[in-house]
């Protein structure tokens, strides 16, 4: 029946199924599958989805197996499972790309699109597939100035609830189209592959990086929060602070990566991000050094390293500086493990949106990752990052799904309209809902929790 392979709970290999393929090691322990398909093809897909109707399961997806709080293992659900299913192609006339969503951006998409002189602005760590990234919006590489990944979407092919494979784009199965651009693990659907625009891969790219002492983060953030919107949407603004593998103390980074075809273009780029008053106060300054797209992989998979235990919470935060650097204080101040490091992401100017699922976005971002390597932990460092995600919340709009768990809090993920409308969508393709959806201790609401 399947040209992949299916997996029973007591069968050999059930276990490395289920969770062999997920990120995070705090995988969870109370939640098991009815099956798990690692599909190879197309067809497993369709069949897969016809056996779910046939024995009653509803149907949760994996492609990269990155998200937090594993998405896709669900209790009692079929988990179909991508990852052995990886192609790709390129039409050089269209300048598209289609892709199957277990493709690695980082490690897999870009230097393949690399070999054509072409870019897709997939996901930071190399390692996150491109599935549930796109579903979720995909802020990627340069979102500020380059937009959402979800917007590159021509279209999907996808398996609907009735078992069928269709194509979906802005003129055939349009709500499809629409839904995907943002639903996240709510989508109805199991997409099979992108078919995506891709960008002229970027002639020059330099670096910015400022170091600074913790006892400056209110200063320098102050200053970056009166500015970033700016600097040319050439440039990606990230703030974090992290513990570098040869300082003993977490370090405030204010960093900008240009994404031109010169140095000169560079330079005149990231010229006011140098001209910090601190500067002259920096534990260390790099200034429009050219770089290249695989060191900065590199630094990111440094950063998000495989085998760790991760936490990890996130805002849309909005108000002036002397509300929001407060609010975010504890967040970079105050890490409670070495590895743990927190991240302040510019949006601005803010673009309009297309017409899409993915609707929610202000002019900064920001996540903290909590990594550790002790299980006995868990409760402890689960509550400190609680604590300090609550103290942003008089400056917080809602979050981002890429970095969410709603097992632990909901907060606004979608605008009101958008979200009515994908209701009305579901409810018309999935009306028996087969699809598992999001993962959540109760009914999804798309509200901040302190406002229900």
């Not at 500086?321 to 991240?343: G, K």
């Not at 969410?404 to 809902?433: C, H, N, Y």
Request: charged share 20%.
């Amino acid at each position: 029946m399947f040209t992949g392979t299916l997996h029973h709970p007591g069968d050999p290999g059930f276990e490395e199924a289920c969770f062999g393929r997920i990120f995070n090691a705090r995988r969870p322990s109370d939640r098991t599958p009815a099956a798990v398909l690692e599909a190879v093809c197309e067809q497993d897909v369709v069949e897969g989805v016809r056996l779910a109707l046939e024995r009653g399961w509803q149907v949760a997806v994996r492609s990269g197996g990155h998200s937090w709080a594993a998405w896709s293992v669900r209790r009692d659900a079929l988990l179909i499972d991508l990852g052995g299913f990886r192609e790709m192609a390129y039409d050089a006339t269209t300048e598209v790309v289609t892709a199957t969503p277990s493709v690695k951006g980082g490690d897999e998409l870009n230097p393949y699109l690399g070999e054509f002189g072409r870019f897709f602005n997939g996901g930071h760590c190399p390692s996150v597939g491109i599935g549930g990234f796109l579903l979720q919006g995909g802020q990627g590489w340069n979102a500020r100035g380059w937009g959402w990944a979800a917007e590159n979407i021509v279209a999907i092919d996808v398996v609907t609830a009735e078992g069928e494979l269709v194509r979906a784009d802005e003129t055939r199965n349009s709500d499809l189209f629409w839904a995907a651009r943002g639903a996240g693990p709510g989508f109805f659907g199991v997409v099979t592959r992108f078919h995506l625009r891709t960008r002229p891969l970027p002639g020059h790219l330099g670096h910015t990086v400022h170091a600074y002492p913790l006892d400056l983060f209110d200063e320098v953030m102050t200053w970056l929060h009166g500015m970033h919107h700016t600097v040319s949407e050439l440039v990606e603004i990230v703030a974090l602070t992290q513990t570098p593998p040869d300082l003993d103390e977490p370090v405030l980074l204010v960093t900008g990566v240009s994404m031109t075809d010169t140095p000169e273009q560079a330079a005149e780029a990231l010229a006011p991000l140098h001209a910090n008053p601190y500067a002259d106060r920096a534990i260390f300054r790099i200034e429009a050094q050219p770089t290249t797209l695989a060191a900065q992989l590199d630094n990111q998979r440094a950063a998000n390293p495989e085998g760790h235990r991760y936490l990890v919470d996130n805002a849309w935060l909005t108000g002036p500086a002397d509300q929001v650097v407060p609010a975010i204080r504890e967040a970079f101040t105050q890490h409670p493990t070495r590895q743990t490091f927190t991240i302040w992401f510019s949006m601005a100017p803010l673009r309009e949106l297309p017409d899409m699922a993915f609707s929610l976005q202000s002019e900064i971002y920001c996540a903290t990752y909590v990594v550790h390597d002790e299980p006995e932990r868990d409760a402890e460092l689960r509550d400190w990052l609680d604590g300090a995600m609550a103290a942003m919340r008089p400056v917080t709009a809602g979050q981002y799904l890429g970095d969410s768990d709603f097992t632990v809090r909901q907060l606004r993920f979608m605008g009101d309209e958008q979200w009515l409308r994908l209701q009305e969508i579901r409810a018309a393709r999935d009306p028996k809902g087969l699809f598992a959806g999001c993962l959540s201790t109760g009914a999804v609401t798309n509200t901040n929790h302190w406002e229900q």
